[in-house]
């Protein structure tokens, strides 16, 4: 597996000189399985890859959404491939808000907020939305499993199994006083968790920045180690970087984080993990 992180920040884009180490764009996660391309949320860095991924028509791809928040879906109505014929897509994402996720990437592109409709991208699109522990294949050989994590209007973690290795994709959620019991079933002996670590301790309990972070479905990365540790986790990415966060304030996060889990990495626009 091939995994390519193309949005790396959380809530929103971030450009400008601070940011141009680690990056500026939302959630957008490529997971390659032989010759299957999943990707894991559509946030800005979904129009990188899909620049990317035009010297791969016809191409057939695979999207799971975590959950609809602006962050995760608005790199989507840039997303080329989807608008030339020929090429498939296929959305997944959770039975978790009150319109399905067909009618809520059609409602970002509505009149007036934006040109062209949902209806009119040229690609096949089909819309599946999944429902809490639903099992998927792709072609057989790669296997979706999910489990709901703690946020604002639901989310969900995604594990992909294929050929004897795994990557979990668990952003957007909070532990509260325990390791999450569901994510810890999901991400048991996995190869690779990229996990939301969007704060450090003090920012979330408000001792920096602008107040306490608890009940906003994000988490630390002391909680991303807490989670590694209990599911026996080889390596762990941290994610979902909090948009006040510099590159300077960045490092440092990684570097506290390796202290108490050496396997660990804060990932970069760009980075690529092969396992
Ligand atoms: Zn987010
Ligand atoms: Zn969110």
Redesign the pocket.
Known sequence: MKIVFWGVR??IPTPGPDTVEFGGN??CVEVRCGQHVLIF?G?TGLRLLGNQLLKEMPLEAHIFF??V????IQGFPFFIPAFVRGNVIHLYGGLNVSRTLEETLAGQMDFPSFPVHLTEMGAKLTFNDLAEGQELRIEGDVRITNARGN?PNGVYAYRVDYNGKSVVYA??TEHYSIVDPKLKRLCQDCDVLIY?A?YTPEEYAGQTGSGPKTGW??STFVDAVALAKAANVKKLVLH?HDPMQTDADMREKERRCQQIFPNSIADREGMVIEV
């Open positions: 959380g809530s939302t959630s949320d946030g975590s959950h928040h602006w962050d995760h946020h952003t957007d939301d969007m479905g994000h979902h």
